[in-house]
């Protein structure tokens, strides 16, 4: 196998901006893009491989055909034969809805489908004016929540943070979180489209019509514990990787490199994504495959790759997430 590349899925939404498409250098024309699906398994939406000779096939066709060998043994078991990673750049033009995905056990009861546990890094703030939501900032009963989505106070019940590019947040299924105006970020999350809205600012879409709330689904969703500070801290560092999430669904750590680096997977049972936010490398496994990534740009490894070699053009920051 190769390092594959996919055809971005493009989302037009009612809160997209206009950064998305030159970000990534595309020559196409779309309005209001707030989100790139880069690598995408979810039912109707497969992301399909741009290069080499599996062009053309998609990823659900991928993991039938190569099972093992591109996700990883233990985790072609685990997922039962699905890949179980959604990656995404998200442009948010306005403020996203407010909202909650449930766990594995409840989205399984509910909607035969894996829950959703999701980090986010951000890339770009908006010229300092980004801000998110994460996490409560109270204590609050499900009672008093449902009584202020009803009254449009739950805002303030939620942790908001100004935030800056380099900043990254981890959100585990059960916390309510809302990507605000001016955030252009890369998430990482499980393989799964349930999304809870809880709350939508009162919005109309074109034809008048607000969005629909799940508010007593929700209910039964969200974690209800509060913390002091719901950003990951981490010291960033050049040319050594800094781990910033590791959880039962992906491990995540960013690379600033401005030096050639070997990476050595060749213990590791699972397929490896790098999702590039600054600059270029050229990238070479241990099989001479080598392939070029850039800023906008995500690769996936599969799960055969024993080393790579990363050479940057100048400079270049990628996240690295695996299973």
């Not at 204590?139 to 805002?155: G, L, R, V, W």
């Not at 489209?193 to 600012?201: K, V």
Request: aromatic fraction near 10%; hydrophobic fraction near 35%; charged fraction near 25%.
């Amino acid at each position: 196998m190769y390092p594959l590349k996919f055809n971005p899925i493009l989302k037009s939404t009612i809160w997209g901006g206009d950064k998305i498409i030159p970000f990534k250098h595309l020559d196409c024309q779309q309005a209001q893009v707030g989100e790139s699906w880069e690598i995408s398994d979810v039912p109707g939406d497969e992301s399909v491989v741009a290069n080499g000779a599996d062009a053309g096939k998609n990823l659900t066709q991928m993991v039938d055909e190569y099972k093992g060998a591109l996700v990883g043994e233990a985790n072609y078991k685990r997922f039962n034969g699905k890949f179980p990673l959604l990656i995404k750049f998200i442009d948010a033009q306005d403020d996203l809805s407010i909202q909650v995905h449930p766990n594995d056990e409840l989205a399984m009861k509910r909607h035969n489908s894996m829950g959703k546990t999701e980090m986010w890094y951000v890339i770009d703030n908006a010229n300092g004016k980004a801000h998110l939501r994460s996490g409560l900032s109270k204590q609050i009963t499900p009672d008093e929540y449902a009584a202020m989505i009803a009254n449009n106070t739950i805002c303030d019940a939620l942790a908001d943070y100004a935030v800056k590019p380099g900043d990254v947040f981890f959100l585990p299924a059960g916390r309510i979180h809302s990507i605000g105006a001016g955030c252009f970020i890369a998430e990482i999350q499980q393989t799964s489209n349930i999304t809870y809205r809880i709350y939508d600012f009162n919005r109309k879409d074109k034809n008048g019509n607000t969005r629909e709330l799940h508010t007593e689904l929700s209910k039964d969703a969200i974690d209800y514990s509060v913390e002091a500070d719901y950003r990951t801290h981490y010291e960033p560092k050049q040319n050594e990787p800094v781990e910033l999430v590791t959880c039962p669904y992906f491990t995540t750590s960013v690379y600033d490199l401005s030096e050639n680096m070997t990476m050595d997977y060749s213990e590791l049972d699972s397929f490896v994504i790098y999702i590039c936010m600054e600059g270029a490398c050229s990238i070479t496994d241990n099989e001479g495959n080598t392939v070029e990534l850039q800023a906008g740009e995500s690769v996936l490894f599969p799960a055969t790759t024993k080393t790579l070699e990363v050479v940057p053009q100048g400079k270049v920051k990628f996240l690295e997430t695996y299973v």
